[in-house]
């Protein structure tokens, strides 16, 4: 089947903004609006000593705070989402007025967080399932209205990867590039060989293959590998194990950034993967390309459960090209095929 050359994804910036890739890379890449799965939202701040605080309610029954306020704010939230109340929708964004300011908050200050999941493909010509890599990031920018300095805080959690190239992940802001690791199975994965949380064939009723390491510890079935032989007689009797690969966040020291309260986040954060010498954003693609060419990575503004290995996206989310195609912002991520999805052993818990 043919495949389109496709380059990056890049969770922010606009139509007019082009990064420059590596030498290794065809051609400059620009950064598509329509890729986006957020929007600006301008948080109501009443001015009298209130605090205004914003509250994402998911799909899953979770919730999400994305801003703690007293002044002016500008954050991201789900494009698809217009329902602004205490609502009766499944999802919707609630705009709370604290009288008293949480423990930690000072007058004057600011504190929005970003949470998405990032899906990638390593290569121009691959099979689009786009679980070559997918990560559950979050950051979390801290500043005042005194200045536009600020920090960001990123958190990271691991949950597949279907790639046996060396990738290495991280993020630019206006200061420049912050690499967070030169290689994501190593400090992500444990080193583990093969297919992470991504093969189709996994189920708990296949027969448990134990790997001939030595030690009589490892067992695995498919390519999730089962840390010792309790953990893999518990998945055998249906009883999740969550955390089976994908434990706990990384948390990175907290980055100095520019940052008004105002500012735009989706131009500010530049998620991105290195493979090969080439650098792949989010949410961008060769300057080059036809219209309709699918990015390199995806950036989901909700849980989203990626595709089983050598699912293409668009029959594991049959709104996902309408989406491509349109850039009308649909909630794609919320309309799956569970058969097509891998979600066995992915938590994503709360932070």
């Given amino acids: 089947m043919n495949r389109h ?7 922010a910036a606009a139509l007019s903004s082009c ?3 590596d030498d290794n890379d065809p051609g400059e890449s620009v950064i598509l609006d329509k890729y986006h799965t957020t929007r600006s939202f301008e948080v109501p701040v009443e001015g009298d000593g209130t605090v205004s605080q914003v509250i994402y309610h998911r799909t899953d029954g979770d919730r999400e705070v994305l801003a703690t306020t007293d002044v002016p704010l500008t954050i991201q939230v789900p494009a698809w989402i217009t329902d602004v109340r205490s609502g009766e929708n499944d999802e919707y964004i609630e705009v709370v007025k604290l009288a008293r300011a949480p423990d930690g908050f000072f007058p004057g200050t600011y504190v929005k967080d970003g949470n998405s999941v990032l899906m990638f493909e390593d290569s121009r010509f691959g099979d689009f399932d786009y679980n070559d890599l997918v990560l559950y ?5 801290a500043g005042n209205n005194k200045t536009s300095a600020a920090r960001i805080t990123i958190y990271v959690k691991p949950i597949a990867m279907g ?29 583990r060989a093969g297919f992470i949380n991504t093969d ?11 790997a001939d390491d030595g030690s009589g510890n490892e ?6 590998v089962f840390r010792d032989r309790a953990l893999m007689e ?8 969550s955390d089976l690969i994908v434990g706990g966040y990384i948390k990175y020291d907290p980055v100095p950034t520019t940052c008004s309260s105002a500012s735009n986040d989706t131009k500010m954060i530049k998620w991105f993967i290195k493979v090969g010498g080439n650098k792949f954003f989010v949410a961008a693609i060769d300057k ?4 309709g060419t699918f990015p390199y990575g995806l950036a989901i503004a909700n849980v989203a459960y990626h595709a089983c290995e050598r699912t293409p996206v668009w029959e594991a989310y049959p709104g996902f090209r309408s989406w491509i195609e349109t850039g009308a912002p649909l909630n794609w991520s919320n309309d799956r095929a569970r058969n097509k999805c891998y979600e066995k052993h992915v938590n994503y818990a709360r932070w």
């Fill in 5 to 11: 050359p496709f380059a990056i994804l890049l969770c």
């Fill in 19 to 21: 990064i420059k890739s």
């Fill in 137 to 141: 990031v979050r950051h979390s920018v």
């Fill in 163 to 191: 790639s046996g190239s060396l990738i290495a992940f991280g993020w630019e802001d206006g200061n420049g590039e912050h690499m967070l690791t030169d290689d994501v199975r190593r400090d992500y994965f444990g080193g």
């Fill in 200 to 210: 189709a064939r996994f189920d708990m009723t296949e027969p448990i293959e134990v």
């Fill in 219 to 224: 067992v695995r079935q498919g390519y999730t």
């Fill in 234 to 241: 518990r998945a055998r009797s249906q009883d999740p194990v």
């Fill in 288 to 291: 080059s390309a036809p219209a």
